[in-house]
């Protein structure tokens, strides 16, 4: 028997819609689909994957597709959770085409078996941003006191921030609905600037949907039961126990949540202090992480978060709890690092406060804190003045020598929340509309490129820039088509560059797996070898879906317009990795050593052959025949 997806296409400028079919088996999920669609029509695509409703535990992850602003290129972004109310439409995707003339709320309601009720409706967006809680909260609190209350059943609202109108790295977020109110657990597809595109190419600021249209999701838990049986011994629930131990709370270090795990765990290989901390000695390094991180910044999540039991998950019912909260604050590893140890933050009331900002906004928080840093030590270089970034006459403290972890820290954050500040006002030279990469060499070729030279990202296209994920290893600094998500190879391991490119496509095509099924990433321990099958035995396609995801995996790979590392600052962190990997971890490898001494020759030539045999393993693994 033949499976068919729906997909509703949405024109925001009349407000047209129409719902089409495509047959599983020539597409699978919301990857292909949003990839076939970004391509034909330049839309916004929205979607849940087949296993959506499930029994399956992590199978409600919400999928944004679409052209980047930021990026350049194809990009993918995710939402736990929120699929599991998108499956009330009865549809497993939305595509939204053209643009509404004024800033627009897109209402998508079902009732049982009826049509889709489908309202763009204008309003003064500006308005709303800048009352009540303001920003993305503001803008959440409209559209649920306006539109919740014509729903049978709690509804979920996607909304963008003031960050989608004056950067090109806006995010998309939302919050689960629960007894009649927002809750405060926000989740959000961030990275890829979709919630820029959303707002600037599709007029939408927000969108609020829901119904009561009942499909027929799978529910049998005996069979689901017997398949892990037959792969791990165990049942289902339990397997997925054990695979999400790390992100519920981790026995061997007192500890839980990305948050948790990676601070305790990172020690010398934390970044600090806009990466300067790559310079330093392993025992400045240490003494950093341990006096401002192990003794202090940690020690609060642990008692405040941890052992109170402060967790929730991301609207779908799920072991893995990773919600780690303190209050209305949520706790992520990369953005409590990059707006924290990264920007001279190591107190948590500190990083809360900019943390918070950069979330009423409406920012990519991970590239909103590799902006901040970078800023930040160009002031305290005294290559910029705060004048010129139409901030305070203030200067941060950016060097552990002498820092008090509270006061200074406190400091560094009114400091970043004022540059965030200029960044949505466009205060003095700040204008990222068009990226903070082209802005940054804007700068430079004005006043030197130790400007240019001191900010991290990998780069795409003309205009491209990805803030990286914050691991100390050269998989995260890849030429991939997609960076700044885990597709890559991201272990602290050296791999010699042509292994690592081929490591890169292979995670490309495991991350694939699971996200072309609206899988969250948390629960890979199973869904990567389980989901094949679990389509083979539902739709008897597992050969045809794994050929898929080889051939979606190469056709977004033949757009890949990577580029080599355009900063010092970058080809010096993967530099010092080398040099650690041997002078720290006593790593003797002859092809370590050889690119060691090849980086100490000429540092410029090394970097670039490294990089291109990056991207010979990238480009000889990922090809269709």
């Known amino acids: 028997m033949e499976t068919y997806q729906k997909v509703l296409f949405v024109d925001a400028q009349t407000g047209f819609y129409k ?26 695509n929205i979607g849940a994957g087949l296993l959506a409703g499930s029994i399956f535990p992590g199978s409600n992850r919400l999928i944004f597709s679409g052209n980047s602003p930021s990026w350049g290129g194809f990009y993918i972004s995710s939402m736990g959770g929120a699929a599991l109310i998108f499956d009330n439409l009865g549809i497993n995707m939305l595509s939204i085409v053209n643009k509404s003339q004024m800033p627009s709320i897109l209402y998508l309601n079902r009732i049982g078996g009826e049509e889709i009720e489908v309202k763009i409706v204008p309003i003064n967006l500006q308005k709303i941003w800048n009352e009540g809680r303001r920003g993305i909260y503001s803008l959440m609190d409209y559209v649920f006191q306006n539109f919740a209350y014509s729903y049978q059943t709690e509804p979920r609202i996607l909304v963008v921030g003031p960050a989608a109108e004056s950067t090109d790295f806006g995010a998309i977020v939302s919050v689960p609905i629960a007894d009649g109110k927002l809750t405060s657990v926000d989740t959000w597809a961030g990275r890829g600037g979709l919630g ?345 396609l597992k050969n045809q879906y794994l050929k898929n995801i080889a051939l979606t995996a190469t056709r977004i790979n033949c757009r890949n317009s990577s580029l080599f590392w355009e900063t010092e600052r970058t080809i010096d962190i993967v530099h010092t990795f080398l040099k650690r990997k041997h002078d720290i971890e006593k790593n003797n490898s002859p092809e370590l050593l050889k690119w060691i001494d090849l980086f100490e020759k000429d540092k410029m030539e090394a970097a670039l052959s490294f990089w291109y045999e990056v991207h010979k393993g990238i480009l000889e693994s990922l090809k269709e025949f």
């Open 196 to 540: 820029t595109k959303l707002l600037k190419e599709h007029g939408i600021c927000a969108i609020i949907y829901g119904g009561t249209f009942i499909d027929q999701d799978f529910r049998d838990r005996k069979v689901a039961d017997q398949w892990f049986i037959n792969k791990y011994q165990k049942k289902l629930a339990a397997k997925d126990l054990e695979a999400t131990a790390k992100y519920r709370f981790e026995p061997n270090f007192q500890t839980g949540g990305t948050l948790g795990v990676n601070f305790a765990t990172l020690s010398g290989s934390m970044f600090s202090f806009n990466y300067l901390s790559i310079y330093m000695t392993e025992d400045e390094r240490i003494d950093i992480h341990k006096k401002f991180v192990t003794d202090h910044y940690l020690k609060q999540f642990n008692e405040e978060t941890i052992k109170t039991k402060q967790q929730k998950n991301c609207g779908e019912p799920c072991v893995a709890v990773c919600k780690k909260m303190n209050g209305e604050y949520k706790k992520d590893y990369e953005p409590y690092q990059t707006m924290g140890p990264l920007s001279g933050i190591f107190d948590q009331r500190a990083a809360e406060a900019l943390n918070y900002e950069a979330s009423v906004y409406g920012f990519d928080a991970i590239s909103a804190g590799g902006v901040i840093s970078w800023l930040m030590e160009c002031i305290h270089t005294k290559l910029l003045t705060p004048q010129e970034l139409g901030i305070e006459d203030q200067y941060p403290v950016f060097s552990p020598k002498n820092f008090n972890v509270v006061s200074d820290s406190m400091h560094n954050a009114k400091i970043g929340i004022n540059i965030l500040r200029s960044i949505i006002e466009k205060r003095g030279i700040i204008n990222l509309e068009e990226g903070a990469r082209k802005f940054a060499r804007q700068i430079s070729r004005v006043k030197g490129k130790k400007i240019l030279d001191s900010f991290v990202y990998t780069a795409f296209a003309r205009k491209g820039w990805m803030v990286p994920n914050q691991y100390w290893t050269p998989g995260a600094f890849s030429p991939m088509a997609i960076m700044g998500k885990y597709y890559m190879h991201y272990g602290n391991d050296f791999v010699p560059p042509r292994e690592l490119g081929r490591k890169n496509a292979k995670r490309f095509n495991a991350e694939l797996i699971i996200d072309n099924l609206g899988t969250c990433r948390f629960h890979r321990g199973w869904a990567e070898e389980m989901i094949p099958e679990i389509v083979g035995s539902l739709y008897g």
């Open 19 to 44: 719902t089409s079919r495509y047959l599983v088996g020539d597409f699978f999920g919301p990857i292909d689909m949003g990839l076939h669609f970004s391509r034909k029509y330049n839309s916004l």
